[in-house]
């Protein structure tokens, strides 16, 4: 195990260890009772981007119920469990934290819904992924900082959010590296075609982990599926029968609770034995020895991997093609499509900031500041804007 400074714990030689950081793109000094991937946390948590996720939908908008999953409380969920896992197997719990806490910050309002509108009315114009317009936020869209455009997050961070998914070989379209990737790798090269570190590997199946598990909590609140129904799911079912037939008298709210509370512990239970596994047989001495194994060191056991794939296509069979979810995403894809008409034709009904940005550029250019300032917007934000249009 490596030798690490009073702020944080021993960490096994396979994780990012701060003291071996890349560093950050601008150069900056550091403090001694913060590491560099707990700057990076705390810079994320005081992010405009971060705050915004709180009224941005996650399945259900939020006029729908106080209780429902925003991209915010998701991140909060992703970011306990990837830290959980992370003190199991000795790998850096700051970096994860970091990581599951940035990685929906370029989501769009209105969720997926949004996302998809927003990149067909992109789609000539290099189109719209979350997961890039992420890295964008963090490297050019956020102005905190009077030196530097973005956050100035280290390597470690910026590879673990553009690799979320894993080495980027063919873009969301399949058309190569995006261009905002390719073009910030030239200035900083992120490694693109290797794995992330342990960590970042970790924050990707902590949201697995947790989209799924909070997403069986909200259908099942929002009546889109019952109890019973659950009990047929892959995966989810077993949870669901061990509990109906365990509590036959307990009420139906702490039934879900201990339903969902079983699924996370089997989901995490299982990556941790079988990421331990892995590592042990694999011989891996460092960090890049994990991005250069050329699989995956984190992982589900096959035989849970493919019950929680199995899982996914469930819920969207049972919840998220449900006929309640999809007319608010038609209504959701009409508010994007309309604000981006709007804003294009008439850059001037953006905030004034925003409509010199456009004014400045052609075309694609300018699409690409008006799809940046649509993503930015929150759920209410844009259905406020949207009002503002039909009565103008």
Known sequence: MSETPAYGPVLAPYACLPEQSRGRRFSEPETANRSVFQRDRDRVVHCRAFRRLMHKTQVFVTTEGDHYRTRLTHSLEVAQIARSICRS??????LAEALALAHDLGHTPFGHAGEEALDA????RGGFDHNVQTLRILTELETRYAAFDGLNLTWESLEGVVKHNGPIIDGPAGCGVPQAIESYCKVQDLE??????????VASLADDIAYHSHDIDDGLRAGLFTLADLTDAPLAGAAAREVLESFPDVEEDRLVQETVRRLIGRLVGDLTEETALRLAES????ADDVRWHGSPMVAFSPAVGEANRELKAWLFDNMYHHDRITEGRREAQLVVEVLFARFMDDPSRMPPEWTSRACERHDSGKARVVADYIAGMTDRFANDEYARMKVA
């Open 283 to 286: 011989g891996v001495g460092s």
């Open 121 to 124: 009315v992109m789609r000539d």
């Open 192 to 201: 693109v075609n290797t794995y992330p570190g342990a960590e970042a590997q």
């Open 89 to 94: 197997l000795g790998l850096n719990e700051d």
